[in-house]
């Protein structure tokens, strides 16, 4: 864990929120408020908390991580927890982050849980789960047409898109299967021209 | 019967599937927790999911439930670290070195490459989840609407799953 007064400034971007010494107490308590909070999707409360009114990151960075986060397994909320808090305070930071914006939700579920099991089977809780989970569906797809707009470039990402539907819905192919295989086509497809690849290795 | 281990299997194995979004995993999840481990059905699996649309914070809390219905309070917590561990410990990984590949032209061939396939697996995601709870022309009516509602207006999704349910106890319970 290292002293961010002492540590060398490594873009302007970091001086300016390094000035900030975050205690881990206030990345805890912050990550613990945004998890308490953030009804219907934690990104912008997420951009609320830490960039308009914290000012940790600056919006450069904060799209930054979020395309990393999207990127790697791991959901955006927790993944951006990690990411942020390891800007902070590294290691530790990371871990108040994460356990911070984990834990209003968990304890939630937990409770549900123990209710579903309860009264789970009366009539009018399962006319009301089927209700939800059909709304559940809708905000899925919303999800799908909302992220196809932002992040697919090229009109032949749509059949990237659609093998891995049918891989996985059609041909029963394993998650991992799909990914890899589907996942390693797209990448090389999407690889660096020769121009690029010939100037970065120059 | 000690399911402990399996749920720690499990869930660690589900957490890496997690490529886009919770959705990407459930295909998957459905596989396991339904038709190998009979933890629970695959109605209650779809609700435990939709319900944890409406709790605060990442949106697959829903896991803690299925651990604690598995192995009490122990099988909660175990179930909770085991499914946010090992991406946590990769995105801390990749924080320390992603700065170091900026100029890796690879980088930003995975970072495209993969967009498209994880969204295919969250299409994916939502199709075996609308094969059990989109079963007529109710819960059908209530997923476009949905989806209409949210293209349209600035809403918050969380809201409309709250409508969702009275709509499902008005419209469904005669069922």
């Known amino acids: ?23 881990i107490l206030a990345i805890f308590l912050e990550f613990l408020i945004i998890g308490a909070t953030s009804f219907g999707g934690v990104v912008p409360y997420l951009r609320a908390a830490l960039v308009t009114r914290r000012q940790w990151i600056d919006d450069k960075e904060f799209i930054e991580m979020l395309s990393i986060s999207q990127s790697l397994p791991g959901l ?15 290691l ?6 994460i356990i911070g914006i984990c834990l209003p939700g968990a304890v939630v579920m937990y409770v549900v849980g123990v209710f579903y099991r309860l009264h789970g089977d009366h009539e009018w809780a ?23 707009k932002k992040a697919l470039s090229r009109k032949f990402d749509f059949v990237f898109m659609a093998a891995t539907v049918l891989a996985v819905n059609r041909l029963h192919w394993s998650v991992p299967r799909a990914l890899i295989v589907v996942g390693l086509v797209s990448v090389l497809f999407h690889g660096p021209r020769v121009g690029e690849k010939a100037r970065a290795w120059r | 019967m000690n399911q402990i281990p399996a749920l720690i299997r499990v869930f660690a194995y589900l957490s890496l599937l997690t490529v886009g979004g919770g959705m990407a995993a459930f ?23 939709s319900v944890g649309q409406m709790a605060p914070g990442p949106n697959m809390m829903m896991i803690v439930a299925i651990g604690q219905w598995v192995g009490g309070f122990a099988g909660a917590i175990v179930t909770l670290i085991a499914f946010f561990a090992p991406t946590a410990l990769l995105a801390f990984l990749v924080a320390r070195f992603w700065k170091r590949l900026e100029r890796w032209p690879w980088r930003k061939s995975i970072q495209e490459g993969l967009a498209p396939v994880s969204i295919g697996l969250l299409l994916a995601g939502c199709f075996t989840m609308a094969k059990g709870s989109v079963t007529g022309l109710e819960t059908g009516a209530i997923a476009v609407c949905v989806l209409l509602m949210l293209l349209q207006y600035k809403i918050n999704p969380a ?11 008005f419209t469904l319970s005669a069922q």
């Open chain 2, 27 to 49: 295909p998957e999840m459905k596989i396991l927790t339904v038709d190998v481990h009979h933890w629970l059905s695959f109605p209650k699996l779809i609700h435990l999911y």
């Open chain 1, 76 to 90: 955006n909320a927790t993944n951006m927890a990690v990411l942020v808090g390891e800007k902070l305070r590294g």
């Open chain 2, 159 to 169: 809201i409309l799953v709250v409508a969702g349910a009275v709509i499902g106890i």
């Open chain 1, 1 to 23: 864990m290292s002293d961010s007064a002492v540590t060398p400034p490594r873009s302007p971007a970091e001086s300016r929120s390094a000035s900030v010494d975050t205690s």
């Open chain 1, 92 to 97: 530790m930071g990371s871990i108040a982050a």
């Open chain 1, 126 to 148: 399962t006319a009301a789960l089927k209700g939800v989970a059909a709304a559940a569906v809708g905000l899925v797809l919303y999800t799908v047409v909302s992220l196809s």
